[in-house]
């Protein structure tokens, strides 16, 4: 090894350090309060109680990651600790998704530059700060990735010559993919509606060929036999014990006043991904093309009025943003082939400099000290919640009511009965129209009267229930203000109100 292929390694390795390890240990102090429903379900599911929100109640799907369900019971059972088997996984997810997008620019890429793709993935804020929050978006998208190259390459598209990825044969590639699709959409509700699409897009490609060689048929087939022999018997059984279609979650947040927010969020950052995409297919359509960009499109689609709380950064489109990048890097081959001979040997490096300077004024990025700074406040919030349990604690009795909206680490680590007033956890909600769903939530808590009612604000500002509440409760005599909790200044202050009925 000569001294500057030497200094290339050295430099590789010091990128890679940071991307992938100095990166992850300034953001790992940050875990979504989301991320503890899931437990919930997988404490009581492991203790034999049931795949339950609360103990001796009907079932409800208040979570919508059901393989994350799963590992968290697992974990239980074994005796490890949960929170970082899933934050875990998140790492585990983002290492695999970054080996995907490379496996996926392979197709038109050298080895160098299909790093690229990976940098502008690696280097997007949002990525970095969903992978250790505990959630089960980077597993998601590295079961897409390797589902969609598997895919690619069972259907019979080559690597770039010189590659050497593929250890199985690629007539197994079919099966493999049904199995990671069926994986995918035990991850996420809406992977079912990417394994039709991609399907789909694979029945429609080489279609001449395909009649004439039965064996891509046969590999179709197969592909969609594995994820049904999988998918199906899930969906069966929590149709039976849940009786939705949907989970909860979706029913709740999927159809919001918030129409087009998240759309013109992803599209604010994404569009010029987008247009180089649209330009590497504009100069030379293929159908190929097709499986990266349109996942990206039936996001936009699926979730064009969906709620955007705990979705900050973009965090339901990065499936789709993952795949979008090699076909985006694609165009921005095909941008500079117009103006410059792809055979000149310094084509390469002007693909690299304009790479990072794409990378420079679209990516939005921070640095290790912005990502400690992101964490203080998300910390300070598990802290204040601790704060509200060792309350609870002293001033409740087994079988108590509580009135939440703020539903994470505060039922996962306490026995009451927790009554979800922003509606994930709650099915009594979404089993009536959505309009003035939160008032009438409102109107039966204050005939109910449970015994604690907990409201969680954030700058003073409520969700939607607890406006309400917070309305009826302050002149309603049977309740008292018994503690507030705060973290916070003035302008950036989270807080919570405890009123507890009188005996």
Same mark, same amino acid.
């Given at each position: 090894?000569?001294?500057?292929?030497?200094?290339?390694?050295?430099?590789?390795?010091?990128?890679?350090?940071?991307?992938?390890?100095?990166?992850?240990?300034?953001?790992?102090?940050?875990?979504?309060?989301?991320?503890?429903?899931?437990?919930?379900?997988?404490?009581?599911?492991?203790?034999?109680?049931?795949?339950?929100?609360?103990?001796?109640?009907?079932?409800?799907?208040?979570?919508?990651?059901?393989?994350?369900?799963?590992?968290?019971?697992?974990?239980?059972?074994?005796?490890?600790?949960?929170?970082?088997?899933?934050?875990?996984?998140?790492?585990?997810?983002?290492?695999?998704?970054?080996?995907?997008?490379?496996?996926?620019?392979?197709?038109?890429?050298?080895?160098?530059?299909?790093?690229?793709?990976?940098?502008?993935?690696?280097?997007?804020?949002?990525?970095?700060?969903?992978?250790?929050?505990?959630?089960?978006?980077?597993?998601? &998208?590295?079961?897409?990735?390797?589902?969609?190259?598997?895919?690619?390459?069972?259907?019979?598209?080559?690597?770039?010559?010189?590659?050497?990825?593929?250890?199985?044969?690629?007539?197994?590639?079919?099966?493999?993919?049904?199995?990671?699709?069926?994986?995918? !959409?035990? =991850?996420?509700?809406?992977?079912?509606?990417?394994?039709?699409?991609?399907?789909?897009?694979?029945?429609?490609?080489?279609?001449?060929?395909?009649?004439?060689?039965?064996?891509?048929?046969?590999?179709?087939?197969?592909?969609?036999?594995?994820?049904?022999?999988?998918?199906?018997?899930?969906?069966?059984?929590?149709?039976?014990?849940?009786?939705?279609?949907?989970?909860?979650?979706?029913?709740?947040?999927?159809?919001?006043?918030?129409?087009?927010? &998240?759309?013109?969020?992803?599209?604010?950052?994404?569009?010029?991904?987008?247009?180089?995409?649209?330009?590497?297919?504009?100069?030379?359509?293929?159908?190929?093309?097709?499986?990266?960009?349109?996942?990206?499109?039936?996001?936009?689609?699926?979730?064009?009025?969906?709620?955007?709380?705990?979705?900050?950064?973009?965090?339901?489109?990065?499936?789709?943003?993952?795949?979008?990048?090699?076909?985006?890097?694609?165009?921005?081959?095909?941008?500079?082939?117009?103006?410059?001979?792809?055979?000149?040997?310094?084509?390469?490096?002007?693909?690299?400099?304009?790479?990072?300077?794409?990378?420079?004024?679209?990516?939005?990025?921070?640095?290790?000290?912005?990502?400690?700074?992101?964490?203080?406040?998300? =910390?300070?919030?598990?802290?204040?919640?601790?704060?509200?349990?060792?309350?609870?604690?002293?001033?409740?009795?087994?079988?108590?009511?509580?009135?939440?909206?703020?539903?994470?680490?505060?039922?996962?680590?306490?026995?009451?009965?927790?009554?979800? !007033?922003?509606?994930?956890?709650?099915?009594?909600?979404?089993?009536?129209?959505?309009?003035?769903?939160?008032?009438?939530?409102?109107?039966?808590?204050?005939? &109910?009267?449970?015994?604690?009612?907990?409201?969680?604000?954030?700058?003073?500002?409520?969700?939607?229930?607890?406006?309400?509440?917070?309305?009826?409760?302050?002149?309603?005599?049977?309740?008292?203000?018994?503690?507030?909790?705060?973290?916070?200044?003035?302008?950036?202050?989270?807080?919570?109100?405890?009123?507890?009925?009188?005996?």
């Amino acid at each position: 090894m000569n001294k500057k292929t030497m200094v290339l390694w050295g430099i590789l390795t010091l990128i890679a350090v940071y991307l992938l390890v100095l990166q992850i240990l300034a953001v790992w102090a940050f875990t979504v309060d989301d991320m503890y429903i899931p437990l919930r379900y997988a404490h009581h599911w492991a203790e034999g109680q049931g795949l339950v929100w609360n103990i001796n109640e009907l079932p409800v799907e208040g979570y919508s990651n059901f393989l994350f369900v799963l590992l968290a019971t697992g974990a239980i059972r074994l005796g490890l600790d949960p929170v970082w088997i899933l934050k875990g996984a998140g790492v585990l997810g983002l290492y695999a998704t970054t080996w995907g997008v490379y496996c996926l620019s392979r197709f038109w890429f050298s080895r160098r530059l299909s790093l690229i793709p990976c940098l502008w993935l690696l280097l997007y804020k949002g990525q970095i700060m969903w992978t250790a929050s505990g959630l089960e978006t980077t597993v998601y &998208q590295a079961l897409l990735c390797f589902s969609l190259y598997c895919l690619l390459r069972a259907i019979g598209y080559p690597l770039l010559p010189g590659s050497n990825l593929d250890l199985i044969q690629p007539s197994s590639y079919f099966m493999i993919s049904g199995l990671l699709l069926a994986l995918a !959409s035990l =991850t996420r509700p809406e992977a079912p509606f990417l394994v039709g699409l991609f399907l789909l897009i694979a029945c429609c490609d080489r279609l001449p060929d395909a009649v004439q060689n039965r064996a891509k048929w046969r590999g179709l087939l197969s592909t969609l036999g594995i994820f049904c022999l999988i998918y199906i018997p899930y969906f069966i059984w929590r149709w039976v014990y849940f009786g939705r279609l949907f989970p909860n979650p979706v029913y709740c947040k999927g159809l919001s006043e918030s129409w087009f927010e &998240q759309d013109a969020n992803y599209l604010k950052m994404a569009w010029p991904f987008l247009l180089l995409a649209l330009i590497a297919i504009w100069r030379a359509p293929r159908w190929m093309y097709a499986y990266f960009i349109l996942p990206g499109l039936l996001y936009l689609l699926l979730l064009v009025a969906a709620d955007p709380v705990s979705s900050f950064d973009n965090r339901l489109f990065l499936p789709g943003f993952a795949l979008l990048l090699p076909l985006s890097f694609l165009g921005l081959k095909t941008l500079l082939a117009m103006a410059m001979n792809p055979e000149d040997d310094n084509f390469s490096l002007m693909l690299f400099a304009i790479a990072m300077l794409c990378l420079l004024l679209f990516v939005p990025m921070k640095n290790l000290m912005q990502y400690d700074y992101f964490t203080l406040m998300p =910390t300070s919030g598990e802290q204040l919640r601790g704060r509200v349990l060792a309350w609870l604690n002293t001033n409740t009795r087994v079988g108590d009511s509580v009135v939440l909206s703020d539903s994470g680490l505060i039922p996962y680590k306490s026995r009451l009965r927790y009554l979800d !007033s922003y509606c994930l956890n709650n099915r009594a909600m979404t089993e009536q129209p959505g309009k003035g769903m939160y008032e009438r939530f409102c109107a039966q808590m204050m005939l &109910q009267k449970p015994e604690v009612l907990i409201l969680a604000s954030f700058q003073d500002i409520y969700s939607p229930a607890d406006v309400c509440l917070h309305g009826a409760v302050k002149n309603n005599p049977d309740y008292q203000l018994r503690a507030s909790y705060a973290v916070g200044d003035n302008h950036d202050s989270y807080r919570y109100d405890i009123y507890q009925r009188k005996l």
